[in-house]
């Protein structure tokens, strides 16, 4: 089992800036490729964002490139998405997930998910 603990959301104006952080515990961390994914009210849940278990490679939804980016810290345990130029439209309740060595680009295929963090982007 891995247990995921999100932090970092809340209020923030159109075109500021929040870092979400996502705690991981419970088998090696360095094994699983990490995913960040948000739902908005009314909408299904969608692909924001993903690394490779070594942190070489990542992907993103083309509605958040250039704007969003993941990273990790291994002696950490803890996956980040730092988000800039917020737009009202990036409002949801953002998702940290885990799985086992599986390539970034699989979407569908995570096994282990944390309970959400609020962002609220402001007009």
């Known amino acids: 089992q891995v247990q995921l603990v999100e932090s970092g959301g809340g209020l923030v104006q159109a075109g500021g800036s929040l870092r979400l952080s996502c705690a991981t515990s419970g088998r090696t961390f360095s094994d699983y490729t990490m995913g960040w994914f948000r739902q908005a009210p009314g909408k299904e849940r969608e692909f924001v964002a993903a690394?490779?278990?070594?942190?070489?490679?990542?992907y993103y939804a083309n509605s958040v490139k250039g704007r969003l980016t993941i990273s990790r810290v291994i002696a950490k345990s803890t996956v980040y998405l730092q988000m800039n130029s917020l737009k009202p439209e990036d409002t949801a309740v953002y998702y940290c997930?885990?799985?086992?060595?599986?390539?970034?680009?699989?979407?569908?295929?995570?096994?282990?998910w944390g309970q959400g963090t609020q962002v609220t982007v402001s007009s």
């Open positions: 690394i490779s278990w070594s942190g070489s490679s990542t």
């Open positions: 997930a885990a799985k086992y060595r599986k390539p970034v680009r699989g979407t569908v295929d995570y096994d282990y």
